[in-house]
């Protein structure tokens, strides 16, 4: 995990060395293949993708240890009793991170202070829109949110799914399901494999992978 001063580009190592999984205080620490990242301001918040883990990081310290997750799998429960396959994008809402679980095709919850892991959305793979894990995703990645909802880049359903974070209804924000790089509005747009995605006050942004764009909503 690397630091960069924004006004002056220096880059220094905050956590990390070689691949592997270690708890510790900063290079002591390991990750193996580190994806999302998220902050609350005082903490960093790391989905460990080959370590089925979400990481913690004090940011003043650099103290890393395990939030959640051990091996692979998928289970509800606390901590390092929870399992993860895959955590690949990591967002931070109050007290809780929601987490896009790829090869679970899951949307996982995380009390950030007990460490109590639920499972929010998804199911099975496949394309459904509905509430809680009635809902299906296939292999979701990038998530993001406004507060209120979270976005989700849908990968392999080449959609961008919203998710109303109260109440776990899933609904398609864009994207038709067919491969093909079309602007448009809400679901007639196309993506082709869209990943990951940002938001700022009015917009959400993705990363629409295999057109080699990024594109704007």
Same mark, same amino acid.
């Given at each position: 995990i690397r630091k960069i001063v924004i006004?002056?580009? $220096? $880059?220094?190592?905050?956590?990390?060395?070689?691949?592997?999984?270690?708890?510790?205080?900063?290079?002591s620490a390991k990750f193996h293949?580190?994806?999302?990242i998220t902050t609350d301001g005082t903490n960093l918040?790391?989905?460990d993708t080959s370590n089925y883990r979400i990481r913690k990081i004090v940011i003043s310290t650099g103290v890393v240890t395990t939030l959640a997750g051990s091996s692979s799998?998928?289970?509800?429960?606390t901590g390092t009793a929870a399992k993860f396959k895959y955590p690949m994008g990591v967002t931070n809402v109050g007290d809780y991170l929601y987490v896009t679980d790829r090869h679970n095709h899951r949307i996982r919850k995380i009390d950030k202070s007990t460490g109590v892991v639920t499972t929010l959305a998804g199911s099975?793979?496949?394309?459904n829109d509905a509430t809680g894990t009635s809902a299906?995703?296939?292999y979701p990645w990038g998530i993001t949110t406004d507060g209120k909802n979270l976005y989700v880049g849908d990968?392999?359903?080449?959609?961008?799914?919203?998710? $109303?974070?109260?109440?776990?209804? $899933?609904?398609?924000f864009a994207g038709s399901g067919s491969a093909s790089s079309g602007d448009g509005v809400g679901t007639e747009a196309s993506f082709t494999y869209p990943y990951e995605v940002g938001i700022d006050e009015n917009n959400v942004y993705v990363a629409d992978y295999s057109n080699h764009r990024i594109r704007k909503i």
């Open positions: 006004s002056t580009g $220096v $880059v220094t190592t905050l956590a990390g060395s070689s691949a592997g999984f270690a708890n510790g205080t900063g290079t293949y580190p994806r999302g918040y790391v989905a799998g998928y289970l509800d429960g099975s793979a496949g394309f299906n995703f296939y990968g392999h359903n080449h959609r961008i799914r919203k998710i $109303v974070i109260s109440t776990g209804v $899933v609904t398609t």
